[in-house]
C-alpha cells in the first residue's frame, strides 16, 4: 500500500473537509510472519505498525452507525488467508463496510479478490449494516453466493456515486 499512502492522505482530507462525518480515522494492519497473526493499529505506514495493537471490536459502533472503508489494493497476503477476512466478518454485523480498491477492476482476479464471487447487493434500508444486505438472485446462478456482503467500489465516480447514494 505504500505507493497510494498520498492518495489515502487525499481521500482523508478530503472526507474531513465533507463535513458529512463526524471523525474520519486512518487504520492499518499487518500480519505477524512469525505467527500469522494480523494486528490492527492506529495509523498507517512503517511507524504505526510499531504502535499498540488493537482490538478490531473497537472500530464498530453498538448502534451500527460507522461507515468502516477498506482502502486497499487487496495483494498483501492477508487477503488471501482467513484472518483480514474473520476480522471483516466481526465488522460486517456491526458497521457499514466497504472496500475501496485501488486497482482497475480488469486487475482485480490477481488480487485477494479473486477468491470471491460478484454479487449485487440491495441494502434493506440507509441505516443497514452489511450483515443485513440483501443479495439479488442472478438468472444465471441457481444458488446465491455465500460469504461476507461486501461492497467494492473504486474511486470512480461511476462507481463511487450509486454506492454513496
Known amino acids: ?36 497473526n494480523l494486528h490492527l493499529h492506529s495509523g498507517t505506514g512503517p511507524s504505526a505498525s510499531g504502535s499498540p495493537h488493537r482490538d478490531p471490536g473497537e472500530l464498530t459502533d453498538p448502534a451500527g452507525r460507522r461507515l468502516l472503508l477498506i482502502v486497499s489494493d487487496c495483494v498483501s497476503e492477508p487477503w488471501r488467508g482467513g484472518n483480514l477476512r474473520n476480522m471483516i466478518r466481526e465488522w460486517e ?49 441457481e444458488e446465491s453466493p455465500e460469504g461476507l456482503k461486501l461492497p467494492i467500489i473504486t474511486l470512480e465516480p461511476r462507481s463511487l456515486l450509486p454506492w454513496a447514494k
Not at 94 to 111: C, F, G, N, S, Y
Open 93 to 141: 454485523g456491526k458497521a457499514k463496510v466497504a472496500i475501496l480498491q485501488m486497482l482497475p477492476h480488469w486487475l482485480w482476479e490477481r488480487t485477494g479478490l479473486g477468491t470471491g464471487e460478484p454479487a449485487y447487493l440491495r441494502i434493506p434500508d440507509p441505516e443497514a449494516v452489511n450483515a443485513r444486505l440483501e443479495i439479488e438472485p442472478s438468472p444465471f446462478d
Open 1 to 36: 500500500m505504500g505507493i497510494w499512502a498520498e492518495t489515502v492522505l487525499e481521500l482523508r482530507t478530503l472526507l474531513e473537509r465533507q463535513g458529512a462525518f463526524r471523525n474520519v480515522q486512518v487504520w492499518g494492519f499487518y500480519m505477524d510472519r512469525e505467527t500469522g
